[in-house]
Every structure is written in structure tokens, then in C-alpha cells.
């Protein structure tokens, strides 16, 4: 999941996710939104919540997403892997307006998720998976999954992950097949996304 994000002391008083929308939208090209990139994951999850809210902002690229400046007030807003933001929202450095995911996590049991905020459809997930070259022979894949689901079961690196906010899906769909067909629901979802935004590859 990611957590839409800001400073903790916002000039303009949005205190909820329905305070920022509706400011954003009454000041549009005022806010800024900082990103990993054209294309990035954040990137995208910017022009998607713009077009969930009719809003209308600057996107600033970094190396990373722009945590610092996100922290000093120089930008307004991250949508980030709740893995990198987690940890300054319990420090009190950033302000979380709400997780990108149905359920909340429990890394941060207090911040709302995007439903409990008033936007149902911005789901948006930051996920992992492992792929080999095409033509890799079964059993080579079925060997390094059995290897990926035996971490995944041990209890110290499932504490772990779920300490840095990072969801372990359940031991069904942890296969091949299942991550072949998240990875084509995702590519359905997000590819009108990309071509109406124009974004092409450098």
C-alpha cells in the first residue's frame, strides 16, 4: 500500500483528506506533489488521485520522492510506499492522511484508509515480485518459490515486514499463477492511466 502524505504542519490547515481535496481544488497549480520520476510509482499515483479529484497541482522529480523536503515544507504532499513513510508519520515528522488499501495497516493503525477518507477508488498498491528469463525450465521455478514462501512463513521475517508496513498476500497466492495474474490486473488498471497522461519511457 502507500500513504497519501504531508508535512506535519501544513499551512493551510487540511486536516483530513477531505480538507486537502477540497483545498487543492479551490487553489489549483498552487500545491506540489513530489515524485520518483516521470512514470514512477508515485508519479502515477499522482495523475490517477488528480483524476479521482479534479484537482490540479506541480510535479516535483527526485532521485527518491522527496522525503526531506517533504519534512521541511518545501513540497506539499507524497504519495509513498508505506514502507519509507511509516516510520517519519510515528515520528511526527509528516502528516498521513490516509493508506491506499482497504484495510488499515497495522503499522499505522490510526491513519484512516482511502474508503474511511472519502475516496474509495484510489486504491493503490506498492507490491514485489520475482521473475526469472523467459524459459526457465518449471522445476528452476518451483525451486526458488518454495524458497521465497519458506521465508515468507518464518515468523521473524513476516514480524519484520510487517513492522516496515509491508503486507506478506497469503500462502494461496503466493505462485507463479497468482502473481502472473496480478500482474496483468495491474497492467489493465494502470496502462489507459499512462497513455491518457502521455508518459513515455526514456
Not at 489549483?28 to 508519479?43: C, E, M
Not at 498498491?125 to 524459459?135: A, M, Q
Not at 518449471?138 to 510487517?162: C, F, P, S, Y
Not at 506478506?168 to 492511466?193: F, G, M, Y
Request: include cysteine.
Amino acid at each position: 500500500m502507500k500513504t497519501f502524505c504531508g508535512p506535519f504542519e501544513w499551512p493551510h490547515q487540511a486536516d483530513t483528506l477531505h480538507d486537502l481535496i477540497a483545498w487543492l481544488r479551490a487553489n489549483p497549480d498552487k500545491a506540489s506533489q513530489g515524485t520518483a520520476g516521470a512514470g514512477s510509482t508515485s508519479h502515477l499515483a499522482g495523475i490517477f488521485f488528480q483524476m479521482e479529484t479534479g484537482t490540479r497541482y506541480q510535479f516535483v522529480p527526485y532521485r527518491n520522492t522527496g522525503m526531506q523536503d517533504l519534512m521541511a515544507g518545501l513540497i506539499d504532499l507524497m504519495i509513498d510506499p508505506a514502507a519509507n513513510s511509516v516510520p517519519q508519520v510515528r515520528a511526527g515528522t509528516i502528516k498521513a492522511y490516509a493508506v491506499t488499501s482497504r484495510t488499515r495497516t497495522p503499522a499505522a493503525p490510526d491513519v484512516p484508509t482511502v474508503d474511511e477518507a472519502g475516496l474509495p477508488a484510489l486504491q493503490i498498491t506498492s507490491w514485489h515480485g520475482l521473475w526469472v528469463p523467459k524459459g526457465t525450465p518449471r522445476d528452476i521455478i518451483a525451486k526458488l518459490n518454495g524458497a521465497v514462501v519458506e521465508a515468507l512463513a518464518d515468523l521473524t521475517v513476516w514480524r519484520r515486514l510487517a513492522d516496515l508496513a509491508n503486507e506478506t498476500v497469503p500462502r494461496d497466492q503466493q505462485t507463479p499463477a497468482a502473481l502472473a495474474a496480478w500482474q496483468k490486473a495491474e497492467i489493465e488498471k494502470w496502462w489507459p492511466i499512462i497513455k491518457a497522461a502521455g508518459i513515455k519511457a526514456e
